[in-house]
């Protein structure tokens, strides 16, 4: 039960300083009858107890008004301490003619105190309030305006008839807030390959008349496709076959003697 009360009292204290801009430490304005309370049930000291109500960090400051004080004094005797205890708290103004929305009650109940829950009232008021935040006002249409004519160019609509451009509002606002216009859509079109993942050419191969030349003179070897040192080898010794050959031949022709002629 504890959990539950407790819990419940936080939204209410987040929905106040959300809605309203409560913030730490806490007013909390004291009355007569929750001096007395707070006195007769033992609730002290007061500043620890609305403390721990309020699930606060910093203790909350208490006051009392003057209207507070004249009602303990009429009372007479029988809340003589009362009104010692409510003297002993800061004073403030009090204006009955003023009325502020978002005030909430905190009440006793036997030994412990509760916090009203906002009624229905306060949260119209409050989701009013956001409304009118979220909707532009006069002044500042009227700021949006003279921003837009002191430099910042604004986009105008030409309409038919030769008419005056009409200058809407939120193109002056995007111009008075720098806010720029979205760009067009870019169709990624096809490019060009990548260098880095082609083959690189391969030289041509060279003509059959430079290939029966044979190796270079220097000794390098010429720079030829698969296959050509062994074709080299083959040519070479082709070549020394014929050479001996033919020597072979002029051989024989020296050894063989010429016939005689007939006489």
Same mark, same amino acid.
């Given at each position: 039960? @504890?959990?539950?009360?407790?819990? !419940?009292?936080?939204?209410?204290?987040?929905?106040?300083?959300? /809605?309203?801009? %409560?913030?730490?430490?806490?007013?909390?304005?004291?009355?007569?009858?929750?001096?007395?309370?707070?006195?007769?049930?033992?609730?002290?000291?007061?500043?620890?107890?609305? !403390?721990?109500?309020?699930?606060?960090? @910093?203790?909350?400051?208490?006051?009392?008004?003057? /209207?507070?004080?004249?009602?303990?004094? !009429?009372?007479?005797?029988?809340?003589?301490?009362?009104?010692?205890?409510?003297?002993?708290?800061?004073?403030?103004? /009090? &204006?009955?003619?003023?009325? +502020?929305?978002?005030?909430?009650? +905190?009440?006793?109940?036997?030994?412990?105190? %509760? #916090?009203?829950?906002?009624?229905?009232?306060?949260?119209? %008021?409050?989701?009013?309030?956001?409304?009118?935040?979220?909707?532009?006002?006069?002044?500042?249409?009227?700021?949006?305006?003279?921003?837009?004519? &002191?430099?910042?160019?604004?986009?105008?609509?030409? &309409?038919?008839?030769? &008419?005056?451009?009409? !200058?809407? #509002?939120?193109?002056?606002?995007?111009?008075?807030?720098?806010?720029?216009?979205?760009?067009?859509?870019?169709?990624?079109?096809?490019?060009?390959?990548?260098?880095?993942? /082609? @083959?690189? =050419? =391969?030289?041509?191969?060279?003509?059959?008349?430079?290939?029966?030349?044979?190796?270079?003179?220097?000794?390098? @070897?010429?720079?030829?496709? %698969?296959?050509?040192?062994?074709?080299?080898?083959?040519?070479?010794?082709?070549?020394?076959?014929?050479?001996?050959?033919?020597?072979?031949?002029?051989?024989?022709? +020296?050894?063989?003697?010429?016939?005689?002629?007939?006489?």
């Amino acid at each position: 039960m @504890r959990v539950k009360k407790r819990s !419940r009292h936080r939204k209410a204290v987040k929905f106040y300083s959300t /809605c309203f801009g %409560f913030r730490e430490p806490y007013k909390v304005l004291v009355d007569g009858t929750f001096v007395y309370h707070l006195l007769t049930q033992g609730l002290l000291p007061a500043d620890e107890a609305l !403390r721990d109500l309020l699930s606060a960090s @910093r203790t909350p400051v208490l006051s009392t008004s003057k /209207c507070v004080l004249a009602e303990l004094r !009429r009372l007479g005797k029988s809340h003589a301490h009362c009104f010692d205890a409510a003297s002993l708290l800061a004073t403030t103004k /009090c &204006e009955h003619d003023k009325v +502020i929305p978002g005030v909430p009650v +905190i009440y006793g109940l036997k030994n412990s105190l %509760f #916090i009203e829950q906002p009624s229905v009232q306060q949260r119209k %008021f409050a989701q009013l309030d956001e409304e009118k935040r979220l909707n532009m006002d006069i002044s500042e249409y009227k700021k949006l305006l003279k921003a837009a004519s &002191e430099g910042k160019t604004a986009d105008d609509e030409i &309409e038919s008839g030769g &008419e005056q451009h009409k !200058r809407s #509002i939120s193109s002056l606002v995007k111009n008075a807030l720098g806010v720029a216009e979205k760009s067009k859509f870019k169709r990624n079109r096809a490019k060009g390959p990548n260098p880095l993942s /082609c @083959r690189k =050419k =391969k030289p041509k191969p060279q003509s059959s008349g430079a290939q029966d030349q044979g190796p270079k003179a220097d000794g390098s @070897r010429s720079e030829k496709g %698969f296959g050509s040192g062994r074709a080299t080898k083959i040519t070479s010794k082709l070549r020394q076959q014929t050479r001996s050959d033919v020597l072979r031949a002029l051989a024989a022709s +020296i050894l063989v003697p010429e016939p005689e002629l007939p006489s």
